[in-house]
């Protein structure tokens, strides 16, 4: 009986570690696609020693101040990278947050509404062992295709440049709560 307790705590425990605030609900999803499709990625049920952090107050996006959460989104990363001590590529993985909060505020918008309210945009780190996996959610159920811009193009290359700088990238969509785009990056 006490054995069971104990089970029972430690997974309410080890739940409650990547759990314990809304990243829940859109982080673990993506985190599990991860692991999905990298071959080195083994979590596990538990995601045991999982470091985690997500973006405080990244909320409704609002025109005028796009520039200001993008360079926020960045020192955040890397401030989080530094105190985790993971902070070797600490440049490509800023600029992949950088890219994918840029997408994330120009063009998913949630095919559902045609207001901005309510219109989240999540960002959160994980640092399971050897990786970091960056992960940016939003309300649009849009798939992320890159496209073949052309040469005098100022846009339509931020995918490109999250392929190129990431060891491995992907998404994952949700019923209820839009796509989140992830990527990986060994340290």
């Not at 994330?104 to 949630?110: E, K, N, S, V």
Request: glycine share 8%; proline share 6%.
């Amino acid at each position: 009986m006490q054995a069971k307790r104990r089970e029972l705590r430690a997974a309410a425990a080890q739940e409650a570690r990547l759990a314990g605030s809304a990243a829940s609900h859109w982080l673990a999803p993506a985190v599990e696609m991860a692991a999905l499709e990298s071959d080195e990625l083994a979590l596990g049920p538990d995601y045991a020693g999982m470091c985690w952090a997500c973006f405080p107050g990244f909320g409704t996006p609002t025109p005028d101040g796009q520039a200001n959460r993008v360079r926020r989104a960045r020192d955040f990363t890397a401030s989080t990278l530094h105190q985790w001590g993971v902070a070797g590529r600490c440049d490509d993985i800023t600029i992949v947050v950088s890219e994918l909060v840029t997408n994330a505020l120009q063009h998913a918008r949630p095919a559902s509404s045609s207001s901005r309210a309510g219109w989240p945009i999540q960002l959160g780190l994980l640092h399971p062992g050897h990786r970091v996996m960056c992960a940016v959610a939003d309300a649009s159920k849009a798939v992320p295709v890159p496209r073949d811009p052309d040469l005098f193009d100022e846009t339509g290359r931020g995918l490109h440049v999250i392929a190129a700088l990431s060891d491995q990238w992907g998404y994952t969509t949700s019923v209820d709560t839009g796509k989140v785009i992830w990527a990986l990056f060994s340290l």
